[in-house]
C-alpha cells in the first residue's frame, strides 16, 4: 500500500521561505513521478509542480516559477518543495501525490494522480 506523508508547512510571513517534504512509502520510489499540489478555501486543487522519475524533468505552475524549486532524493523515498519569495496568495494546504503508474513523462492534470497525502497546511501573512 502506497503511503505520502507530508511535513514542513507553518507560518511565514511574506517574503519568506518554507521547505516541504513527502516521504513515500510502499513501492518502488524512484520509478514514478511525484507531484505537489495546493488547494485554497473555495479553491479547485491544482498542480504546483511535478518531478519525473529520475528527476531530470520538472513543471510548474506558471505562478510559482522562479520562487519554487521541486526536488528529490530517491535513496530517502523523498520529495521536496523548496518554496521561496512567498506570499499571501500561496496560503493552502498543500498535498503530496503520486501517480498509479508508471512513466517516463510528468504528468500535469490532477485526474492522472491517485495516491494523495494527508496535507499540510501553509499559511503566508502579509
Known amino acids: 500500500q502506497v503511503q505520502l506523508v507530508e511535513s514542513g508547512g507553518g507560518l511565514v510571513q511574506a517574503g519568506g521561505s518554507l521547505r516541504l517534504s513527502c516521504v513515500a512509502s510502499?513501492?518502488?520510489?524512484?520509478?514514478?513521478?511525484m507531484g505537489w499540489f495546493r488547494q485554497a478555501p473555495g479553491n479547485e486543487r491544482e498542480l504546483v509542480a511535478a518531478?519525473?522519475?529520475?528527476?531530470?524533468?520538472?513543471k510548474y505552475a506558471d505562478s510559482v516559477k522562479g520562487r519554487f524549486t521541486i526536488s528529490r532524493d530517491n535513496a530517502k523515498n523523498t520529495v521536496y518543495l523548496q518554496m521561496n519569495s512567498l506570499k499571501p496568495e500561496d496560503t493552502a494546504v498543500y498535498y503530496c501525490?503520486?501517480?498509479?503508474?508508471?512513466?517516463?513523462?510528468?504528468?500535469?492534470?490532477?485526474?492522472?494522480?491517485?495516491?494523495w497525502g494527508q496535507g499540510t497546511q501553509v499559511t503566508v501573512s502579509s
Open positions: 501525490a503520486a501517480p498509479g503508474y508508471s512513466s517516463p513523462y510528468v504528468p500535469t492534470s490532477r485526474d492522472a494522480y491517485y495516491y
Open positions: 510502499g513501492r518502488a520510489f524512484n520509478r514514478y513521478t
Open positions: 518531478i519525473s522519475p529520475s528527476g531530470g524533468s520538472t
